[in-house]
């Protein structure tokens, strides 16, 4: 028993100009459906194609439907250009984005083409606009990085950000490699800092940590910052200390004078 032909997405590789008043006109890139895949006697399939039904030569389209059991993992890529490209106008079924774009990849279609989901759209994806970015070794170990600091932190400024000096340990709970700016905590305090200041710990033993502690303790600038923070660290004391104290210290002499 012959299996009943399945519905199919085709994609025009070659423009075809419409001979009779029951065939499609499509150009390169154009998307097709096709109800029921089967060609006729020219080998023509029967599509539909701007809100019209005809037929178009089998040998003018690329079939790129995307199979069940194509269906994988999520990917995730990240867009090296825009599309549509400056002074071109978008195909029919491909996603609209900007460079830098963040998108996931459900499906392969063909090798020029990837089924993903852009701001809540579907639709396709260029493979030579994008590179995979669903790999990301370093950022997952990096996650949650135990880090030294080589550098001293402070800023008189503002006493509530947060502070550091060499050889504190400062936790990241995500250490992007590719931010200039890391958020970490150190001495119960939250905030961002330049990643420069800091030292990964994992891999390094006891000595190690112990050599760059000392190398960076000596280095130009930092004694003085080194005060600032004691400084700082001062001044956080005494704002706690004003915080906690009660409310209203010579209260008891006016209420003797209401008496």
């Known amino acids: ?21 029951d065939e499609l006109t ?5 998307v097709i459906f096709v109800p029921n895949a089967q060609k006729d006697a020219n080998s023509m399939f029967t599509g539909v194609f701007g809100g019209k039904v005809g037929k178009f030569p089998s040998i003018n389209v690329k079939d790129t439907t ?6 994988g993992k999520t990917t995730r890529v990240l867009a090296t250009r825009g599309n549509p490209e400056p002074g071109k106008d978008l195909p029919e079924g491909e996603l609209e984005f900007p460079k830098g774009a963040k998108m996931f990849v459900v499906a392969k279609v063909s090798d020029q083409h990837w089924k993903g989901v852009y701001a809540g759209k579907q639709g396709l994806i260029p493979t030579t606009h994008v590179h995979d970015a669903s790999e990301a070794p370093k950022k997952l170990e990096l996650a949650g990085m135990r880090t030294m600091a080589v550098k001293t932190l402070v800023s008189i400024a503002d006493i509530t950000a947060i502070a550091f000096k060499v050889g504190d340990i400062i936790f990241v709970p995500k250490a992007d490699p590719d931010a200039a700016m890391w958020q970490g905590v150190s001495g119960g305090v939250v905030g961002l800092f330049d990643k420069t ?20 303790a000596a280095a130009d600038g930092e004694a003085a910052k080194l005060e600032e923070y004691k400084s700082v660290l001062e001044m956080r004391k005494q704002a706690l200390e004003a915080a906690s104290a009660p409310a209203g210290g010579d209260g008891g002499d006016d209420e003797a004078a209401d008496i």
């Open 1 to 21: 028993m012959q299996s009943k032909p399945q519905a199919r997405r085709m994609v025009c590789v070659t423009q075809y100009i419409a001979k009779n008043g």
């Open 26 to 30: 499509i150009k390169v890139n154009d």
């Open 66 to 71: 995307v199979e069940i059991k194509e269906a």
């Open 197 to 216: 200041f800091v030292v990964d710990t994992k891999d390094k033993s006891k000595a190690d940590l112990e050599e760059i502690k000392t190398k960076a």
